[in-house]
């Protein structure tokens, strides 16, 4: 059975940074491609990073320069390091693999 947990959310002022976590378990962490998405208030989830399965990286415009996603293939582990954090950056982040499984979202909220 595959489980994706995400982890690291938080309130953090404009400007600040917070590092997100996603445990996958099961076999398909090495295997697919992974990805971050975010909700915020109001609007559709909407695609964040993207990282292949060799590791190449892809970013949605607004977080390119500030957010890094990465991957520890021996640990089932996704990241999301988030820097220069700004308001515009609160959403409810999940994480995503390939092949449909989604995990149940950590709350990040940049206010002062």
């Known amino acids: 059975q595959v489980q994706l947990v995400e982890s690291g959310g938080g309130l953090v002022q404009p400007g600040g940074s917070l590092r997100l976590s996603c445990a996958v378990s099961?076999?398909?962490?090495?295997?697919?491609?992974m990805y971050w998405y975010r909700q915020a208030p109001g609007k559709e989830r909407a695609w964040v990073a993207h990282?292949?399965?060799?590791?190449?990286?892809i970013y949605t415009d607004s977080v390119k320069g500030r957010f890094t996603i990465s991957r520890d293939n021996a640990k089932n582990m996704l990241y999301l390091q988030m820097k220069s954090l700004k308001p515009e950056d609160t959403a409810v982040y999940y994480c995503?693999?390939?092949?449909?499984?989604w995990g149940q979202g950590t709350q990040v909220t940049v206010s002062s």
């Open positions: 995503y693999a390939e092949g449909g499984w």
């Open positions: 099961g076999s398909i962490f090495s295997s697919n491609d």
């Open positions: 990282i292949t399965r060799g590791g190449n990286t």
